[in-house]
C-alpha cells in the first residue's frame, strides 16, 4: 500500500493553527511566507499594491495590522515539527532572505521551501537539510516543471495542483523525486482520487480539513507512521526516485 502524507494546509500561518496541527500530530505543516518592508510575513492574504489592505476572496483585512513574522513562527515550533514554506511572490531575493534566516533559527532542522516562482529556490540547493519542493497551479507551469525535472534539475518533490494530475502523469513525475504532494484534498471524493495517484510512489495530501487529515494518519499501513524522519526525502546525493 502505498504512503500518503499529512499536509495541514496553511496550518503555520497563526500559532494557533500550529498548535493545533501538531496535537493531530500531522507529518508536514504548511507556511505561506511573504516580504514586506523588509520582513518575512507568515500570512496568506495578499496585498492590494499602495492600498493599506490585505486580501483574499472573501476575507479583507487592515495592512496596518502586524502579521506573524517567520522568526516567531521558527521560534514557537514543537521538537520535531516539519515545515513547508511555501514562497509567495515572484523576487528571488524572497529565497535567500529565508534561508539567512532558517540558518539563524533553525540550523539543520529538515524543512520543505516551496514556490511557484522557481527562481526562488535556487538559494536552498546548498543547504543539505532543506528539501526544495517545485509548484505548479496550471498546465502551463506543470509543463514546464515536467521539462526541467527530464533535464535533471536537483529537486526532491513537487506540488501540483490535483486537477492536474492522473496516474500516468503522477507516475511519470515519480520517476524524478520521491515525493509528489497535492491540493487541495479536501473531502472524500478528493482522497480517494489521491489514493488511486499513490499506486506509483508516495503522495502528499494537502489539506485544510482535519478529518481528512487524521484518515490519512488512521489509514497508515502496517503501523508505519509516516513522518519525514522516517520516510526519508531522496537526499541530492542519491538517484532520483529513491528514498
Known amino acids: 500500500m502505498a ?7 496553511r496550518a503555520g500561518n497563526s ?14 505543516i504548511e507556511a505561506d511566507v511573504h516580504a514586506r518592508h523588509g520582513r518575512l510575513e507568515v500570512r496568506h492574504l495578499k496585498t492590494m499594491g499602495p492600498l493599506p489592505w490585505l486580501w483574499d476572496r472573501w476575507e479583507l483585512a487592515s495592512a496596518t495590522t502586524r502579521q506573524l513574522g517567520l522568526d516567531e513562527l521558527l521560534l514557537a515550533a ?3 515539527t516539519t515545515f513547508m514554506l511555501d514562497l509567495k511572490g515572484r523576487r528571488a531575493h524572497v529565497g ?13 532542522r529538515p524543512v520543505l521551501v516551496c514556490s511557484r516562482y522557481w527562481p526562488s529556490l535556487a538559494a536552498f540547493e546548498p543547504v ?3 528539501r526544495t519542493v517545485l509548484s505548479a497551479r496550471n498546465r ?9 525535472l527530464i533535464r535533471g534539475a536537483p529537486h526532491d518533490a513537487v506540488s501540483v495542483h490535483r486537477s492536474l494530475l492522473t496516474p500516468q502523469i503522477t507516475a511519470d513525475l515519480h520517476r524524478h523525486v520521491a515525493l509528489v504532494m497535492t491540493w487541495p484534498v479536501n473531502g472524500t471524493p478528493a482522497l480517494e482520487q489521491v489514493r488511486r495517484l499513490s499506486a506509483s510512489g508516495p503522495i502528499g495530501v494537502i ?14 499501513s502496517h503501523g508505519a507512521d509516516g513522518t519525514l524522519r522516517n520516510h526519508k526525502i531522496t537526499d541530492r546525493r542519491r538517484p532520483p526516485g529513491t528514498l
Open 3 to 9: 504512503t500518503l502524507l499529512a499536509v495541514a494546509h
Open 15 to 28: 500559532l494557533q493553527r500550529l498548535d493545533a496541527a501538531v496535537d493531530l500530530g500531522v507529518d508536514v
Open 78 to 80: 514543537h521538537h520535531g
Open 96 to 108: 535567500r532572505q529565508v534561508a539567512e534566516m532558517l540558518h539563524g533559527y533553525a540550523p539543520e
Open 128 to 130: 543539505p537539510w532543506v
Open 140 to 148: 502551463l507551469e506543470l509543463a514546464l516543471l515536467r521539462r526541467r
Open 207 to 220: 489539506s485544510d480539513r482535519d478529518d481528512v487529515l487524521r484518515r490519512v494518519l488512521a489509514e497508515r
